[in-house]
């Protein structure tokens, strides 16, 4: 059983910033690639960014430029900076551990709602 430790969802203003943070076991933190992944109600999960090992990215185009993934490996921490967001971006985002297309370990997740 993997245990992951969200943080950060909430609710915030369009055009507004958040930063999700999800902590790991150092072992599987060391091991596998780390992601976020969303689902807004009424359509299905969806990528929104991916960190492997050696700092290389993926991000959903619907997010370039507005969110940043990272990982921090004193911590064992990846956190998604978002910026500019949308009304569109509410959804429940999940942590993952896994490879950069596909997820082995889905955290429980956190709501992150945008509406003025």
């Known amino acids: 059983q993997v245990q992951f430790v969200e943080s950060g969802g909430g609710l915030v203003q369009p055009g507004g910033s958040l930063r999700l943070s999800c902590a790991v076991s150092r072992n599987i933190f060391r091991t596998y690639a780390m992601g976020w992944y969303r689902q807004a109600p009424g359509k299905q999960r969806e990528l929104v960014a991916v960190?492997?090992?050696?700092?290389?990215?993926n991000y959903a185009d619907s997010v370039k430029g507005r969110f940043t993934i990272s990982r921090d490996y004193v911590k064992n921490t990846v956190y998604l900076q978002m910026n500019s967001l949308k009304p569109e971006d509410t959804a429940v985002y999940y942590c993952?551990?896994?490879?950069?297309?596909?997820?082995?370990?889905w955290g429980q997740g956190t709501q992150v709602t945008v509406s003025s």
């Open positions: 960190i492997g090992g050696s700092g290389n990215t």
């Open positions: 993952t551990a896994g490879t950069l297309s596909m997820p082995t370990y």
